[in-house]
T-cell receptor, first 114, second 113 residues
Framework: QKEVEQNSGPLSVPEGAIASLNCTYS??????FFWYRQYSGKSPELIMS????GDKEDGRFTAQLNKASQYVSLLIRDSQPSDSATYLC??????????????FGRGTQLTVWP | DTGVSQDPRHKITKRGQNVTFRCDPI?????LYWYRQTLGQGPEFLTY????????KSRLLSDRFSAERPKGSFSTLEIQRTEQGDSAMYLC???????????FGQGTRLTVV
């Protein structure tokens, strides 16, 4: 069973600050990692994907991957109240009988206060 | 360009009734996934299709659950003899191939009373 662990939070940051969300995973051979944002009562929305070690930036979002440490993170710069949501870390099985399946963490609830 | 579409958005049913949900994936997406999400949890995998072939079913998918994707386009998820424990958000996602990103529909929220 592949495990994906996230700090459930809640994480609370002031507007304009950097929010840092963390995720660890158990499957050492995983190659594909995703961050989904989920507003209350809504479905997950893909915001970042990362496949290689290092940083990937997209606007105010930066995903960081360290495969040796089995760690992936999401940084949100200049946080806005509209960023308040639950952020789900997902790891895709890239081989074996579960090829293509996404394994999710429980999500980290982020609140950005004005 | 339309995203993944799910119908209905909400369903309230009495315990013991059967329900069916529909998912229309993004056009030309070969992979279609069903997940279930309960409050405070991440989505849990139920089953997935490569075109019309159902490739895997989770142990969560008891014999009361069945899913189809008859022509490799839309998919249906049926739950027979619903139980209160089936109350959850049922999510459908699709991806172009096994190696591409998956996008979710709006979900169907099921409440069993």
């Amino acid at each position: 069973q592949k495990e994906v662990e996230q700090n459930s939070g809640p994480l609370s940051v002031p507007e304009g600050a950097i929010a840092s969300l963390n995720c660890t995973y158990s499957d050492r051979v995983s190659q594909s990692f995703f961050w989904y944002r989920q507003y209350s009562g809504k479905s997950p929305e893909l915001i970042m994907s990362i496949y290689s070690n290092g940083d990937k930036e997209d606007g105010r979002f930066t995903a960081q991957l360290n495969k040796a440490s089995q760690y992936v993170s999401l940084l949100i710069r200049d946080s806005q109240p509209s960023d308040s949501a639950t952020y789900l870390c997902a790891v895709r099985a890239d081989r074996g009988s579960t090829l293509g399946r996404l394994y999710f963490g429980r999500g980290t609830q982020l609140t950005v206060w004005p | 360009d339309t995203g993944v579409s799910q119908d209905p958005r909400h369903k309230i049913t009495k315990r013991g009734q059967n329900v069916t949900f529909r998912c229309d994936p993004i056009s030309e997406h070969n992979r279609l996934y069903w997940y279930r999400q309960t409050l405070g949890q991440g989505p849990e995998f139920l089953t997935y299709f490569q075109n019309e072939a159902q490739l895997e079913k989770s142990r969560l998918l008891s014999d009361r659950f069945s899913a189809e994707r008859p022509k490799g386009s839309f998919s249906t998820l049926e739950i027979q003899r619903t139980e209160q424990g089936d109350s959850a958000m049922y999510l459908c996602a699709s991806s172009r191939t096994v190696n591409t990103e998956a996008f979710f529909g709006q979900g169907t929220r099921l409440t069993v009373v």
